[in-house]
């Protein structure tokens, strides 16, 4: 009997490995109507490419995940500020045992064993990597190469792939398959031609009244500094001091470093303290750092010089993500995955200590990131604002229009095969568990014309948002852009002319967007002030701003955001999707945050 047993038992070993997917015929799992509008078919990909695959498995707690952070991120709730460990976190992302079998399965099946596979702490992502021609056979699909009209780029993509039926549910996608998605820097060095002030070389003398109402130099009218930002945004006294333990993180995609000897020369000029100071450089999946000054990233010098200038000493972290393109069809460059959100969130959840304050100036339309991929990645902004991070991102620079930086080629057409005119929202911007900021001008301040804000097409409205945006959306005129926009949002602001040094030379046309890192700086001041005074940081910050910040904001009520061949939405007394409730006043909210708990 116990011979038999034995003798049997490879055998059903294999029947358990081998069954769930016999006969159990591919069934197509994603599929898209052609690549996004600017992407064509080039040719098809070469079999032997390797394709670094992540496998999405699902997080069937994620809903008690969502609502520990609703309740810590609530300044009303009695868990305010009781934010979760990384065991805690990881604890509500994890899959069922069952998947991590299935799909354990599903890949021997095709040869591939625990040392082939890398996963994620919370075992709730599984990245293999293997050649175009296996990948076709597990996902029944055909590779190609996809090359952007505009820009050149090659990716490797297809527009269907399938999987087992037994598969279905214990897989939310794989990638990369339809995602065309860029991850452009948000800089607006482009717009300030026909918007900004032109640069002054010797701006007026004097004071005009800034939005808080104090005095600020005139000049700040014409040129922003680390000066300007502290009068206008009323934080001129405050000096951060909490460096033991508050962080502010600064996050670099495709390609995009800050120059060492920028910074420094940036500091010199405007934060002669922060002279001779370094950030801490943090490398995912090859992340590079070159400081020639010819490599030096526009958008990553801004952000470093304006994030890391206003909050010295507070500590600061740059993080270089690698994986991006471009993918030179003729060579095997491998990791051109170009997809870094999902590195980057794997990092950062996996480390016990995070900065409280994140700022990210990189996103692209909605509709090219996989509806599943917006779904999962917003997720990780959710476990990280449980962790008690602060994430801001930049709302974009196209107005209520599409990605294409020339208002008069916006095509603003959704790509789900109905091809019908929308405004085209931005992603990460428009995931519910982040603060989407975007740009102002002039004082007294206007909407910026480029800032986009709007309506998500994916995300519902959160409840913390609900009586802002409904009290907006009844003042606009009935079948106001009726079907260009799905009821949705939030910004924050402020952008003017600046003239940073970049690549060692001050850029004498000088425009650019600042708004996140400098959102950002005065949300990592709060937090010192806050951990100064033994309190929580601030954690996940819509539900406060919602419910109360917003009365330390300055209100813009002027301008207004086109595209799609349209004046977009206006700025207004109160909410509006151009420029949320607006730019804050620092001391106003430094006693809203210390007077909460
Ligand atoms: C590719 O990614 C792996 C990790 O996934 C990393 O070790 C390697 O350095 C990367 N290669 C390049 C060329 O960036
Ligand atoms: C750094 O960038 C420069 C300029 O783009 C380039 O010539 C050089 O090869 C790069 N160095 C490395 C190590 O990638
Ligand atoms: C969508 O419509 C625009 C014009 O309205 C047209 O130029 C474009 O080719 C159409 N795209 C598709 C995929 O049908
Ligand atoms: C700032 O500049 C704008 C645009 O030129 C101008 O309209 C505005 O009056 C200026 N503000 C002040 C307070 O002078
Ligand atoms: C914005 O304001 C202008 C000028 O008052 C008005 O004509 C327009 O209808 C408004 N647009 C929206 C979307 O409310």
Not at 448 to 466: I, M, W
């Amino acid at each position: 009997m116990k011979l038999v047993a034995l003798l049997l038992l490879p055998f059903a070993v294999a029947l358990a490995s081998t069954v769930p997917f016999k006969g159990c015929h591919q069934k197509v799992k994603e599929n898209i109507h052609g690549p996004p509008s600017g992407w064509y078919k080039h040719a098809p990909a070469q079999k032997h490419y390797i394709l670094e695959l992540k496998i999405a498995l699902p997080q069937p707690k994620f809903p008690e995940l969502e609502q520990h952070l609703w309740e810590i991120s609530d300044p009303s709730h009695a868990r305010y500020g009781a934010y979760l460990s990384k065991q805690e976190t990881e604890a509500l992302m994890t899959p069922y045992p069952e998947t991590l079998d299935v799909v354990g399965e599903w890949l021997a099946l095709h040869g591939l064993t625990e040392e082939d596979v890398i996963r994620s702490s919370a075992r709730d992502w599984v990245t293999i990597r293997v050649p175009v021609g296996l990948a076709e056979e597990m996902l029944d699909t055909t590779y190609h190469v996809y090359k952007h009209a505009e820009t050149g780029e090659s990716i490797v993509r297809t527009t269907s792939y399938s999987l087992p039926d037994i598969l279905h549910h214990h897989v939310d996608f794989i990638q990369p398959t339809t995602m065309f998605a860029r991850f452009k820097a948000f800089k607006s060095t482009m717009h300030w031609a026909n918007q900004a002030q032109p640069v002054v070389s010797s701006p007026p003398g004097g004071t005009i009244t800034g939005p808080a109402g104090n005095p600020v130099d005139a000049s700040c009218n014409y040129t922003i500094t680390l000066s300007c930002l502290r009068q206008l945004y009323n934080a001129e006294r405050y000096k951060t001091t909490a460096t033991n333990c508050n962080k502010l993180g600064i996050t670099g995609f495709i390609g995009q470093y800050a120059n060492n000897k920028d910074l420094q020369q940036f500091y010199q000029d405007q934060n002669p303290s922060a002279y001779g100071s370094k950030y801490t450089l943090v490398s995912i999946n090859g992340g590079k750092d070159n400081q020639s000054y010819d490599a030096a990233g526009d958008e990553a010098d801004l952000d470093t010089q304006f994030g890391f200038g206003l909050t010295w000493p507070t500590p600061g972290t740059f993080y270089t993500t690698g994986g991006e393109p471009p993918y030179i069809p003729d060579l095997l460059t491998p990791n051109n995955t170009n997809e870094p959100y999902t590195y980057w969130l794997e990092h950062v959840l996996s480390q016990d200590d995070i900065p409280q304050t994140i700022s990210t100036s990189y996103g692209d339309d909605e509709q090219t990131v996989p509806y599943t991929y917006a779904i999962r990645v917003c997720a990780g902004m959710a476990a990280l604002g449980a962790r008690g991070v602060s994430l801001l991102f930049s709302s974009g620079d196209n107005g209520v229009g599409d990605s294409n930086s020339n208002p008069a080629t916006q095509i603003c057409k959704s790509n789900d095969g109905r091809n019908v005119t929308q405004f085209l929202p931005t992603f990460p911007a428009s995931c519910p568990y982040v603060t989407s900021v975007g740009g102002t001008v002039n004082i007294p301040e206007t909407a910026a014309s480029f800032s986009s804000g709007g309506f998500s097409n994916y995300f519902a409205r959160p409840a913390y948002q609900e009586a802002a945006v409904s009290v907006y959306l009844a003042m606009l005129a009935p079948g106001t852009y009726e079907g260009l926009y799905n009821p949705h949002f939030l910004t924050w602001q402020h952008n003017q002319n600046t003239s940073p040094p970049f690549r060692g030379q001050r850029s004498p046309a000088g425009g650019t967007s600042c708004a996140a890192p400098t959102f950002a700086a005065f949300v990592s001041m709060l937090n010192d002030a806050r951990i100064n005074a033994q309190k929580t940081p601030l954690g996940f910050l819509n539900p406060f701003l919602y419910s109360t910040g917003y009365t330390a904001l300055n209100d813009i009520t002027d301008g207004n955001n086109p595209g799609c061949g349209t004046l977009g939405f206006n700025a207004t007394v109160g909410w509006d999707p151009v420029t949320g409730y607006g730019t804050p006043n620092f001391e106003k909210l430094k006693e809203l945050v210390l007077a909460m708990p």
